[in-house]
């Protein structure tokens, strides 16, 4: 049987990837698909530090742009070899709350880092664990900014100008546009049953072996 594959989902604030991976994640526990959850930054016990880091913790107010790539390129090395490749190994599909992609937009595009050092950075944490597939939930910055709104506890990096998100959109539909055979745009605006539908007929034509599972040994994590 063909290896099952690694799903990631992207896009800004308030998009609605992390409904969708909960939605995902349900259709593949139905299906029997043995799967695993990851998130960024985090995932693994160093990572979830950095991720209070990156995050709440009070002297991030004066972290640097640089300061921070570095962070999240070392919680995604960890987590890609701690986590996501001996789980691809023993055959779970791997369904990713962002990955590399949220580095090259949001340090890179966002941050307006240098375009080829954030390259080399995720190409040195990550090796030669590229997603199969990656979907962008794409929304305006007004849809966004709305469902930011949600009484929680906001994060440092829902903290930002609006400029800050105007770039961290387009740089997702740039991204979107430059690798149309891995990244598929989804329009975010629509209900979140269309969408779920959408993701589960795409992945099913593209990756047969998400409904060929009778041999599969029924296992789901989630980190």
Not at 18 to 26: G, I
Not at 59 to 77: D, P
Not at 126 to 154: E, H, N, S, Y
Request: hydrophobic share 40%; charged share 30%; with cysteine.
């Amino acid at each position: 049987m063909a290896r099952l594959p690694f799903i990631t989902f992207e896009g800004s604030e308030g998009c609605g990837k992390s409904t969708q991976v909960r939605r995902l994640t349900a259709r593949l526990e139905k299906a029997g698909v043995p799967f695993l959850i990851t998130r960024e930054p985090g995932g693994t016990a160093i990572g979830e530090s950095i991720r209070d880091l990156l995050q709440f913790a009070p002297q991030s107010a004066s972290m640097t742009s640089e300061t921070e790539l570095l962070l999240f390129e070392a919680s995604r090395a960890q987590l890609v070899r701690e986590v996501i490749k001996p789980a691809l190994k023993n055959g779970n599909c791997i369904i990713a709350d962002r990955f590399f992609d949220s580095t090259t937009v949001y340090q890179g595009v966002a941050r307006k880092l240098d375009e080829k050092t954030v390259s080399e950075l995720n190409s040195f944490a990550v090796g030669d664990c590229i997603p199969d597939i990656t979907f962008v939930l794409d929304v305006d910055l007004k849809t966004a900014q709305a469902r930011m709104k949600a009484p929680r506890r906001p994060d440092r990096m829902e903290m930002q100008p609006e400029d800050f998100y105007e770039r961290v959109i387009e740089g997702y539909r740039k991204l979107a546009a430059s690798e149309p055979k891995r990244v598929v745009l989804i329009d975010g605006s629509k209900s979140a049953d269309v969408i779920e539908g959408e993701i589960w007929q795409l992945l099913t034509k593209r990756f047969p072996a998400l409904t060929d599972t009778s041999n599969i040994k029924h296992q789901t994590s989630k980190i």
